[in-house]
């Protein structure tokens, strides 16, 4: 049940900022999120009830990890995931200690910024601080989003200045090898006018996360004529749980592209929205979720578009195993004044046993004329005579649901632009199938 008391008083914060060598704007942000937590409203996501879900426990606010002298200092696991030899801009997170960083000498010449959020506070306070919680998502719009804030203790600061456009993706992993960690990241990507960049991040467990939390916020800023592919690929234990923000807004002619991959283990409430706010503006939201055990998952994608010929495609496939439930919303919204616009969307969830639930809600909201708008949702089981061909050729039944659960999702993998996302994201689905 969630409670109105947390196991961390405004001292402590305030201590934790200051032993973080934080700028005095964000000790004073922490205090009052904390405060205006007492009196905001939890969310209330769509057909999941969420008042006996615990928001509010935690075992520490900030647990330490080892830091990693070279690449092969890496535990195996982040090698199965990551090709670390081929990437050029990494920061890994070991719980909620900054760990490891490599930046590509030709991004540093060209004034990008990689930093953990820890270093880009005490290094670009005031750049950190023009973005901070101010457009995608803001502090007062639930307890939630306030929680976030005041207990913020991870992350990424990423900003690409005009015209630069960074030729490495930029990843970012988080590994959780301590039952004490919980996870209160923030990501903020920013970039200038026809900058791009590729930005891809990894969650993974190792150990139990029973009784600890997962509130995690992106903001991605796109100014006119920026193009943003971000990807990620979630695999984090059941015992989390799970509150995950990732909100993007658009200038002119700017795109944000979402590619993710959501595997985590526990109960979660999942928001990926994009505000199309400049003419011409565009985003392309592709999601592949696996739920299983009695998990819940309330997964909301949306694209608002406000100005003159966008476009918004959202594209997801879920599978659920034993008695996961999920719910997939999918909104797409035309605003008055959007112009020749688009909205398209497709989702469909695959049942693999009885007591398994998938429900699929398409939403389009148009309030223009002159626009296109679509939509697709299917929800089913399994074909059994699909299982019985497969298991007819001496193929055990695990074996052919692990089958008939890769071809459900491989064409949603296919089609997401990141091609390390699609291996890891082919990765991690085995490790979750093959259980």
Do not use: C
Request: charged residues 25%; without cysteine.
């Amino acid at each position: 049940m969630t409670t109105e008391t947390l196991n961390i008083s405004e001292a402590q914060l305030v201590d934790y900022s200051q032993a973080q060598n934080e700028p005095s704007w964000m000790t004073t942000l922490r205090k009052e999120a904390l405060a205006q937590a007492e009196s905001l409203e939890m969310p209330k996501p769509d057909k999941t009830k969420i008042d006996k879900w615990d928001f509010d426990s935690f075992k520490q606010h900030h647990t330490t990890g080892a830091a990693f002298e070279n690449l092969n200092d890496l535990p195996s696991e982040i090698d199965r995931i990551i090709n670390v030899e081929n990437t050029e801009n990494l920061i890994i997170q070991h719980n909620n200690a900054l760990a490891f960083t490599k930046v590509n000498e030709q991004a540093q010449q060209d004034g990008v910024i990689i930093e953990h959020i820890s270093e880009a506070l005490k290094n670009h306070s005031d750049l950190v601080e023009k973005y901070y919680m101010k457009d995608a998502v803001t502090v007062d719009e639930h307890r939630l989003t306030a929680l976030h804030t005041a207990l913020m203790n991870g992350g990424v600061f990423v900003y690409v200045p005009k015209n630069v456009v960074v030729a490495d993706p930029i990843q970012y992993v988080v590994l959780h090898d301590d039952e004490n960690a919980s996870f209160f990241n923030h990501v903020l990507i920013v970039t200038e006018e026809s900058a791009e960049l590729t930005y891809v991040e990894n969650y993974l467990s190792t150990t139990s996360g029973e009784g600890n939390q997962i509130n995690i916020i992106s903001e991605v800023i796109a100014a006119p004529n920026a193009k943003v592919s971000y990807g990620s690929v979630d695999f984090l234990d059941k015992g989390f749980t799970g509150y995950i923000i990732r909100r993007g807004v658009t200038a002119a002619d700017a795109s944000i592209n979402w590619s993710l991959g959501l595997m985590n283990e526990g109960d979660q409430i999942i928001d990926n929205t994009t505000n199309l706010i400049g003419d011409r503006s565009t985003s392309d939201l592709k999601s592949v979720v696996v739920g299983r055990g009695d998990q819940t998952i309330n997964l909301t994608s949306k694209i608002v578009q406000y100005g003159k010929e966008t476009d918004g495609y959202i594209l997801k496939h879920g599978v659920m195993k034993e008695s996961a439930s999920s719910i997939f919303n999918g909104i797409g919204h035309i605003k008055h004044g959007g112009k020749g616009s688009a909205a398209n969307q497709s989702s469909r969830v695959l049942m693999l046993s009885e007591n398994a639930r998938g429900d699929a809600n398409p939403i389009l909201l148009i309030d223009e004329d002159d626009v296109e708008a679509g939509h697709a949702a299917s929800v089913g089981r399994v074909d059994p005579e699909q299982l019985y061909y497969l298991m007819s050729r001496g193929i055990s039944q695990e074996e052919a649901e692990r089958l008939v659960i890769h071809g459900f999702l491989d064409p949603v993998v296919r089609e997401l632009p990141i091609e390390d996302v699609q291996r890891q994201l082919r990765e991690v689905i085995e490790l979750k199938v093959g259980k």
